[in-house]
């Protein structure tokens, strides 16, 4: 199965890194503590603490595989390559909407660092694959669920 790319900024790489960390020393200490109390209740086959410790342990593992995983293939994004005469992932941009005449401003970064409380959107949604290599002034169609979108892009940042 081939693995695709993960786009990541450099901080987004190292945040990943950081909870790989936290998975791998203090989770996994915790859980194995609850793991220990739990074996202190006796009989395991009505053991539900011991039973909640393990499916713990379990998920644990597969977000530490999931994340390495993602770290494998990851892509850092060099910012002194990041251009403004296009968009692309790791710009600042000011779009307007046509329909609702409202601006708005998008960070497009990878799938992995999407916030969209502050505006991150991945280079796989709807608008931010619609945006990716406008330049200023065009006016892109982004498919979204509730029908197709237009925006007009204004100003492109690093």
């Not at 530490?64 to 296009?86: M, Q």
């Not at 710009?91 to 999407?114: C, F, H, Q, R």
Request: no cysteine; glycine share 6%.
């Amino acid at each position: 199965m081939e693995e695709k790319e993960v786009l990541l900024t450099k901080e987004g790489y190292e945040k990943l890194e950081a909870e790989v960390e936290f998975l791998k020393t203090e989770k996994r200490t915790e859980i194995s503590e609850r793991i220990k109390i739990a074996l202190g209740f006796g009989d395991l086959s009505e053991n539900s603490e011991y039973d909640e410790a393990k499916n713990a342990q379990a998920a644990n593992e597969m977000k530490i595989a999931e994340l390495e995983n993602k770290l494998r293939y990851a892509r850092i994004i060099d910012e002194s390559e990041i251009d403004t005469k296009t968009v692309q992932v790791g710009n600042k941009v000011k779009v307007l909407d046509m329909e609702y005449n409202e601006e708005s401003v998008y960070t497009i970064v990878g799938s992995t660092e999407v916030d969209l409380a502050n505006n991150k959107i991945s280079n796989e949604s709807p608008i931010g694959s619609a945006l990716l290599g406008a330049k200023k002034n065009e006016i892109v169609e982004a498919k979204t669920p509730v029908g197709i979108a237009q925006y007009k892009v204004l100003e492109i940042k690093k």
